[in-house]
């Protein structure tokens, strides 16, 4: 039979414990034990008083701000609590070699046999309306670790996931997945975002926003890039392996299509700049080789500049090794002199004039 007395902050140990014959109860001498210590989060020690975890169940904890109702918490953990309002908090002081180890870990197995699914935690808070003040912030989960090591770390990230597929097929696995926003009654959103990267600094060598090692991406509409123009891809690599869509509201059958320049022209525009102040620069078409045709995808004869159809210029056309055609035909006889046609050399200098005859026989 048991036998305690229990004052405030009394301790269970193997002493005070007795049998129905009035006996020590010898195999709880080494078995840890609660200390009833609510001021200490209701320690568990060891038979030597060793502390080995603690459970922190107060009614309420003071923060940025003061929780008064609904608030009590469990600490699990060595350390000394911190303020923090958080229901359940994880204060270890892990010491030792090799550790591999997890605040949390879920180890379920999952058995339905009806159409069923599994979610590891699930975050379904509600904000209540305080009297017209708007709240600051409200996240899913969050992340914000310390680095305070001298040696420092291989590898840190914020989120990973790794799939494991045994048996079956998964027919879609996305590591990460926006499902989007439900909005009723008086609900409203300003900006619907579903990624968004702040401005990354503290890098030694480059930033990135998204780095993709060794994979294609896939956009289904249009990428805007630095500001105010619709500036991306659509529909990118089709079928043929080739590009299939354009730039801004385009989607063209084929090739890299720029239709439009935002300014209510007929006409699409490249433009090539300098710099970001806007100073304007020369534009390079395959500056290191390879052929630009305008006008056919197909090639003439191989220049460097193939168009098909007419060129015409505002100023002149300048050769620096002269001007060649293909319709050139034999003739002896010229005629009447009716026209004539200035020439000039690359610099801009007049060389003379070519004149122009009614008739050649």
Known sequence: MVDVT?????????????????????????AP??????????????????????FDTRDAYASV????????????????PSGDDSAICVGRG?????????????ESTFLSTGDSAYTAFDARHTYLSNGGLKYNHGYGGQAS??????????????????????AGTVDRLFHFHVQGVTISGTGA?????????????????VNFGIYVENNPCFFGDY??????????FRQVKGGSGNFNGGLTEFVASGGIVISGNGGGSDYAVIRSYLNAGGATKGLALNPTGGQVIIG????????ALEVVGDIKASTKIAAVQGLGVGNSANATTPGTVTKKIEIFDVAGASLGFIAVYDAIT
């Open 6 to 30: 229990n004052p405030p902050g009394a301790v269970f140990t193997a002493t005070n414990i007795t049998n129905a014959n009035g006996g020590d109860v010898q195999e709880f001498i080494d």
């Open 33 to 54: 034990y609660i200390d009833i210590d609510a001021a200490n989060g209701f320690p568990i020690r060891q038979a030597d008083g060793t502390v080995v975890q603690k």
């Open 65 to 80: 701000g003061t929780a008064t109702l609904g608030a009590p918490r469990i600490f699990y953990g060595t350390n000394a």
């Open 94 to 106: 892990l010491v030792g070699a090799l550790l591999f180890s997890h605040a949390f870990r879920d």
């Open 145 to 166: 670790h310390e680095m305070a090591a001298a040696n420092g770390m291989d590898l840190f990230a914020g989120f990973v996931t790794n799939m494991r597929v045994s």
């Open 189 to 205: 959103v300003t900006q619907h975002v579903g990624f968004y990267c702040g401005p990354l600094s503290g890098g030694a060598g």
């Open 223 to 232: 990428v805007q890039l630095n500001g105010d123009d619709v500036i991306g």
């Open 296 to 303: 056919s995808p197909t090639p003439i004869n191989g220049g």
